[in-house]
Structure formats: C-alpha cells, structure tokens
C-alpha cells in the first residue's frame, strides 16, 4: 500500500508538473492579452508532431530543442494575423477565433500524420527503470520533471531579471499604462503569445514521450490547465504551478482509492476553493471583480 | 412536414434539431447578449435535461412529461448549486470556470457506465405518445407531429423568455449588461441578479436539452462536452448576440451549414473551425447585426 501510494504521489508530481507547464503558457497568454487560449491544446500536437517528424534526422535530443522554437514561430504567426484584429474587442470573440483554430490544428494534425497513435521513441537509456522498490522511477520522467522544473524556472528568470519580463509583469498589470510609457504593446503581446507558444510545444514533446502520439493528445490536458489557473489564482504565475502541482497530487492519490473520479476530484477541488478564497489561493486582491 | 424545411432541401428531424438548438441558442444569448456574462458551460445543463429525461423514461416510468420535467430540475438546481459558486467571477475567468464546471458532468456521464452508458451514450429508450386526456399526442410515431410538439415547447419557452425581458427584471439585467460599476451604485444586487439569469438560462437550455433527447431516443456524453458549449456560443454570436431573434438565425445557419459539411468530407472539423475564425473576423455583429447596420445607413 505504502509502495502504491509514494508510486502514485510520484507520477502526480510528474503530471502536475505537466499541468503547470501547460497552464503557465495560458496564464502567460490570459494575463497580458485577457485570451484564453483554446489552441493552446492544438499547438501542444503540433509541437510533438513536428518533434516526431524531426527525430529520425536530428534525433531526440535535438528534437527538443528545435521543434518547440518551431511551434514559438507557428505561435507569432497565428498572433500576428489572427489574434491581433481583436484586441480590445469583447474577449468572447478571441476565444471565439481560438476555439475555431484548435479545430483545426486538430484536424490538421490528424490530415497530415494521420489519426492512428504514433509510437514516440525516446532514447533508450531513459526509458530503464532507475528504481522499482518503492517508486516506478524512468529516466524519461526523471527529464519529464527536470525540463518541467527547468522550463518555469527559466520562465521566472525571464519574468523577473530581463526587461522583456519586466515589460509583461507591468503590462499585466495595467498594459495602457505601460502603453504610454512608450513600450510597443503589439510587439510586447507578440513575443509574449510566442512565449506561450514555447511552452504549450515544449510540454507536448515531454507528452508524447509519454503517453503516445495522437492529434487528440492536447485534450486532455486542456482542461486540468484550466482548473490549475483558477484554483492556483487568476493572475499569478507560482500559483498557477502551485495549482497544477495540487491538482496532479489530487487525482493520482485519487486513482489508488477511487479510480472513477480521477477526473472528477480536481473539479472538486476547485468549487472547494472558489467557495472559500474565489480568486484562487495565490491570486491578487481585485482580478477577481 | 413542415413546408419550409423542404423548401432548403432538408428533412424533418433537422428541423426538428434547428429549432431545439435555436432554442438553445436564445437561452445562452438571455445570459450572454442580455446580461453581458459569458458561459461556456451551457452544455452541462443541456446534457443534464438529456438525460434526465432519458433516465427517466428508461429505469423511472415511461412518461415524456414527467421525463422533462424532471430533466430540466436537475439541469435548473444543478445551476443554481454552480452559479451560486462562480457568480463573483468576471469576464474571461467565469467563462473558464463554466467550462471547468461542465467537465464534471461530462466525465460523470462518461465514467458511470453502468448507469450513463459511458461512451456510448443512453440508448435502450424511446419518447412515449403524451395523453392530454381528451387526445392522445402521438410523439413517438410521427416525426411531423413531434416537429409541432418541439414547435410549441419552443414557442412556449421563447414567450416566457420575451415576457422576462421586457420586465423590470430584464431592464436590470441590460443596466448591468451596460456599466455593472453604474448598476451596483444605484443599489442593484449585481451578484443575485447575474445568478438569477444565469439559473433563468440553464432552465431553458436544459428544456432544449430534453427536446434534444427525446429527438434523438438517445443522450450523448458529447451533448455535455465543452465543445458543444461552443457551438452554442458561435450560433449566438452568429445570428447577433444583440438581438433577441439573432440566434435563432444563428443556429438555423449553423445546423444547417454542419449537416451539410459532415456529410460531404472528413475533415468537417477544419471546415467548422474555418467556419468559426471567419465569422470571428468578418461577422462580429452577427448576420442580424449586419442587416440592421445597413437598413439603418
């Protein structure tokens, strides 16, 4: 029992991990531009897809690098002619235009690589098991954790110490401000789109390592980002990781006692925590309202 | 039949469908064009009047009324539970939490099989003829006389929607719509009354839901999937969010348009999204919106 429960406080570590690389990216989006991001699923199977494609030249490695920047570039595009016509209109209609695009980079996906479940091959050196007495422990999901701790670390490092960060701190806070001050907004919600973009690629790769390769394979993460960001706090990067890693914990230790509503306890969580503190446990005074 | 269907080369039950997703459609809009809240979680209440009344006829009695009346409680109290949670959220962040709420019946209705039908939905059921006493309403043989039955509940539900707005009730919520700031100093219980719409419009669309249900003889977990939600969002941005008939020009043009697609090509997804980011982009008043624009000019 004990072997069960520290295995599956592991994987929930792991996937929570996961979560919150994907949320951070919507978060990172949702803040400065006030669009939630519904293709940020879509271009998570284009990251992975484009990652497969390349591996047989470049291999695994390489691949991990090149294939997220790749999906970064998609990402400025789609901003640059899609999403900028609607900024300052009625948000419904960004989500609106978001929502129709992960139709279809799904169906994209699934034109070109066909709908079948693709086998995704990471080198063989981290697929051995490192320990098998109390925890079910890969290198992969060793790299999985790493580049998940590594990708928000280097996040944080961009937000606080460059003046790129800076600039989206502040135009998170109040963008017209920061608009007057004579920072380009436009190039500013660009790169900062791209940012996303860099995320949502990179967190596919570590997926499809994972758990196969599929043009579906974005939706299921989808919605736990979501419930990461409103139970971390609307607005707040570390409680925006805090909530994915809360939510992985919650539904894994769910799975040992009741497997049916692992999906189900990390929507509990959240009316929990909306009914007590509704603008999330780290999220700021007035984002709310 | 019903004459007009005929007229654009349709058939009956996808009139029958128009007019439950119009429906559907002009209940989301009481919330969204009236009130200026967005939900994107309105298939969770349609899905729960699916099968409430599916459920019903299926393992309680065999009665349509009793079946739709039950489906649209459970959809109504169900709405009224998350509303009361969420109510205080704003903009973007209560769309998402609508979204993150109607997840839940999904994955109930996914997981629970032995009582949902998990994925492959409630099948095993069909409507029953409704007995008025003096006639029997005979639903369950003939498609025409079902179109009528739907026609009326329609009608009846649409009156009942009208009659709310034009009230004190409905003024109130078009102040909030317009400056909330300015509604909340003049004493409005902002909170109540946003809770009060969004409960006034899952009732309707959970009323389209046990239409919905009793068309098909069947309820689908996909029928409270989030991206049901959203075709429920873009019939009502479509036909103009602004007017109170938009949506019902919405949800004909979309039906219609989806029925066509999906039965010509497989990649029907990229079509509809297309579909989607077009309207975003060149139909932000919707096609109502548009043709008053240039009656008015």
């Not at chain 2, 459920?55 to 539970?81: D, N, W």
Request: charged share 10%; hydrophobic share 55%.
């Amino acid at each position: 029992m004990t072997q069960l429960i520290l295995f599956n406080l592991f994987n929930g570590v792991i996937i929570g991990a996961f979560y919150a690389l994907m949320a951070l990216g919507l978060s990172l989006i949702l803040n400065l531009s006030g669009v939630i991001n519904f293709a940020h699923g879509g271009f998570l199977a284009v990251g992975a897809y484009l990652a497969y494609t390349m591996m047989p030249y470049t291999g695994f490695w390489l691949a991990l690098v090149i294939a997220p920047l790749l999906t970064a570039v998609l990402g400025l595009a789609v901003e640059r002619v899609l999403i900028r016509p609607l900024y300052g209109r009625d948000p419904l209609y960004s989500l609106l235009l978001t929502f129709g695009l992960a139709f279809m980079l799904q169906d994209g996906t699934r034109y070109i690589w066909g709908p079948q479940t693709l086998p995704f091959q990471v080198p063989s050196a981290l697929t051995t098991p490192l320990s098998d007495t109390f925890f079910f422990l890969t290198g992969y999901r060793v790299l999985m954790m790493v580049l998940a701790v590594a990708a928000v670390a280097g996040l944080f490092l961009i937000l606080n110490r460059t003046r790129l960060g800076m600039r989206i701190r502040a135009g998170t806070a109040d963008l017209d401000t920061v608009s007057v001050l004579g920072v380009n907004v436009r190039i500013l919600r660009n790169l900062n789109f791209g940012l996303g973009i860099y995320l949502a690629g990179l967190a596919g790769i570590l997926a499809a390592g994972q758990l196969g390769l599929e043009p579906t394979i974005g939706d299921s993460l989808i919605m736990p980002s979501f419930v990461a960001i409103i139970v971390g706090g609307l607005g707040s990067l570390p409680g925006t990781l805090l909530g994915g890693i809360l939510i992985g914990v919650a539904s894994s230790l769910t799975s040992v006692f009741f497997p049916s509503a692992t999906e189900a306890v990390m929507y509990v969580m959240m009316a929990l925590v909306l009914l007590i503190r509704p603008r999330g446990l780290l999220g700021e005074e007035g984002r709310v309202q | 039949m019903p004459f007009w269907i005929n007229l654009i080369g349709g058939y009956t039950a996808l009139g029958s469908r128009i007019v439950v997703m119009a429906l559907a459609a002009m209940s989301l809009n009481f919330l969204l064009g009236y009130t200026g809240v967005l939900s994107f979680g309105h298939a969770a209440y349609f899905g729960l009047g699916a099968y409430g009344v599916g459920m019903t006829i299926k393992y309680l009695a065999p009665s349509t009324p009793l079946g739709i009346l039950i489906g649209i409680t459970v959809g109504t109290v169900a709405a009224a539970v998350i509303g009361a949670l969420i109510v205080r959220l704003r903009g973007v962040y209560f769309a998402m939490a609508t979204i993150a709420f109607g997840q839940v019946f999904y994955f109930i209705a996914f997981r629970w099989n032995s009582v949902t039908g998990g994925d492959d939905g409630l099948s095993g059921w069909r409507r029953v003829p409704i007995d008025l006493g003096f006639h029997t309403l005979n639903i369950g043989g003939s498609e025409t006389t079902f179109y009528y039955f739907v026609l009326a509940c329609f009608a009846v539900a649409v009156a009942i929607m009208a009659a709310l707005l034009r009230s004190p009730f409905g003024r109130t919520l078009l102040a909030i719509r317009e400056n909330e700031r300015r509604a909340r100093f003049l004493g409005v219980p902002i909170e109540f009354h946003i809770w009060l719409s969004f409960v006034i419009s899952c009732l309707f669309v959970s009323v389209a839901g046990t239409l919905y249900a009793l068309l098909n003889n069947f309820a689908d977990p996909h029928g409270l999937h989030w991206s049901q939600s959203g075709d429920f969002v873009i019939m009502a941005v479509l036909g103009g969010m602004r007017s109170f008939w938009g949506p019902l020009i919405g949800a004909a043009i979309f039906v219609f348009v989806q029925d066509f697609i999906s039965s010509r090509t497989d990649n029907w997804m990229s079509f509809i999204g297309l579909f989607f980011i077009l309207i975003v982009l060149f139909f932000p008043r919707g096609v109502l919106g548009m043709i008053r624009r240039k009656a008015n000019s």
